[in-house]
């Protein structure tokens, strides 16, 4: 299997670095799309449904490839995996049963793949991301191997999308679902913060969003340790949004 990086600043840019990548013989039947919020997502879209090729798409808030990180961009990572060993779902969040998108995901791999695997972007400012690991869970088993993230829009913490070919949604999930059996998936976590300062108490959460530290709305932390200016309108917009990334 091959893979090529493209990004651009708008679609018609993206249009030729695709026919580029596609001038020596390569042929993408997947794109794995990071895009800005700012961009046109529909269009971006066609262009790569017109070459034949499945999308994955989320909003970000910040694009990069290698170590070269952008904003307000597009980049997509494109890869001529084979067809059979690869299936995209998509669903919506219905009155914030996460685990129930999951487990119908879950539920529609099994009966194409013996071992699935899955790559997963959500959208909901309001997602509970364990509820998401657990539809899977269900289905598979703790085994489950699942990777991915939640859309973002430039740090507006105002409306974030997941797409596809031919739908789109601000309240719901895109994935891969990979047949393990014929492709390896292997990730890592990492992180480069290092603890500073005093230990915390969460006083205050839902599930896995955090509304109070120490009795402290989040909103005042992250005015005091970010430097953020965020409106005051959007205190739980922002107590969910870090409880989520």
């Known amino acids: 299997m ?15 670095g695709l026919a580029k990548s596609i001038a020596d013989g390569f042929r993408p ?16 879209c066609k262009i790569l449904d017109d070459t034949g090729i499945a999308v994955f798409g989320v909003t970000t808030n910040g694009e990069f490839i290698d170590e070269d990180l952008t904003n307000g961009a597009i980049a997509i990572l494109l890869l001529d995996m084979n067809r ?22 879950a539920k529609k791999a099994t009966q194409k ?7 997963i972007a959500g959208r909901n400012k309001q997602t509970d991301a364990e509820a998401l690991l657990a539809g899977f869970e269900v289905i598979i088993g703790e085994q489950a191997n699942v990777f991915g ?11 974030q999308f997941v797409f596809t070919n031919n739908r789109e949604s ?21 992180c480069g ?8 108490t969460v006083t205050k959460s ?40």
């Open 206 to 245: 839902d599930g896995n969003h955090v509304f109070e530290v120490d009795h402290v709305p989040v909103l005042e932390l992250t005015r005091k340790f970010s430097g953020l200016e965020i409106r005051s309108r959007d205190t739980v917009e922002v107590a969910i949004q870090i409880a989520t990334s």
């Open 170 to 190: 601000s309240n719901g999930i895109v994935a891969i679902a990979l047949d393990e059996d014929k492709v390896t998936v292997k990730g890592r976590a990492t």
């Open 29 to 44: 039947t997947l794109a794995i799309v990071f895009t800005s919020i700012k961009q046109d997502r529909k269009a971006l």
């Open 149 to 159: 993230g939640m859309a973002g829009d430039d740090f507006a913490f105002a409306d």
């Open 84 to 105: 059979a060993h690869f299936s995209m779902f998509f669903e919506e969040f219905g009155d914030g049963n996460y685990q129930a998108a999951t487990q119908s995901i």
């Open 113 to 119: 793949f013996k071992s699935p695997a899955f790559l």
């Open 2 to 16: 091959k893979a090529k990086s493209i990004r651009g600043n708008s679609a018609e840019e993206i249009r030729s």
């Open 193 to 200: 913060w290092n603890a500073v300062g005093t230990p915390k």
